[in-house]
């Protein structure tokens, strides 16, 4: 079957601009998650949501980042007045449900370059 | 709060011998533990887990998992490395009480050598 999908794959803009990273998870998952990994880091944490809405945003690094998965399902990441150190692969990744026994499915990400 | 660590950054080993990958973590309450591996320009693959039970446990292409409470460890172990084992290896840990995040460590890359 279909698994994560993530768009774009990769992502080039300027630094200031606004970016919208858009996930699509595997049907039928409730759950959902976002992560950043940096170059020779492993994933980490930014916001998890149980259907629409966001459960833990406890890892998003500051205002500038929200996300929204208005239907259940689909799910996007906006950064806004995007920095250099956002520069960064974002995983989106879903699970049967939230419970911590789940593993969890992941995209193949989005590269954001921020120039 | 809760932590991964993979002291190697990399691990070379020849095709056809055995290998491991270590991991320890740190976990209040008792761990859920998951390793994933990622292949270049792919997203990250999940390998196996232990819950709760055996502490020997088997997963994808022939992987395993031996967790040791005493030693708070979680290696992962192939008895028989392929060439094409050669990827970038993650453990992670989420405790069992409470909805917290799941932890990852900063992998380990493994280079299998023909």
């Known amino acids: 079957g279909a698994g994560v999908s993530q768009t774009p794959s990769n992502k080039v803009t300027e630094k200031g601009k606004y970016v919208e990273l858009r996930c699509d998870p595997i049907?039928?998952?409730?759950?959902l998650y976002w992560y950043r990994q940096s170059l020779g880091q492993g994933p980490e944490f930014l916001i998890y949501?149980?259907?629409?809405?966001?459960?833990?945003d406890s890892g998003l690094p500051n205002d500038r980042f929200f996300a929204v998965r208005p239907e259940g399902s689909v799910s996007t990441l906006k950064i806004q007045r995007t920095e250099r150190g956002d520069s960064a692969v974002y995983l989106c990744?879903?699970?049967?449900?939230?419970?911590?026994?789940?593993?969890?499915?992941f995209g193949p990400g989005t590269r954001l370059t921020v120039l | 709060a809760q932590s991964v660590a993979q002291p190697e950054d990399q691990v070379n080993v020849a095709e056809g011998n055995p290998l491991t990958v270590k991991c320890t973590y740190s976990?209040?309450?008792?761990?859920?533990l998951f390793w994933y591996v990622q292949y270049p320009n792919r997203g990250l693959q999940f390998l196996l887990k232990?819950?709760?039970?055996?502490?020997l446990v088997k997963g994808s292409y022939g992987f395993e998992a031996e967790f040791n409470k005493s030693q708070t460890s979680f290696h992962l172990k192939k008895p028989s490395a392929l060439v094409s084992d050669s990827a970038l290896y993650f453990c992670?840990?989420?405790?069992?009480?409470?909805?917290?995040?799941?932890?990852f460590g900063k992998g380990t890359r493994l280079s299998v050598i023909a």
């Open positions: 990744a879903s699970s049967l449900g939230s419970q911590g026994r789940r593993e969890q499915f």
């Open positions: 232990y819950i709760t039970g055996d502490n």
């Open positions: 049907s039928g998952h409730t759950a």
């Open positions: 992670a840990v989420r405790s069992d009480s409470g909805n917290t995040p799941l932890v």
């Open positions: 949501f149980q259907g629409t809405g966001a459960a833990d």
């Open positions: 976990v209040s309450g008792n761990p859920y």
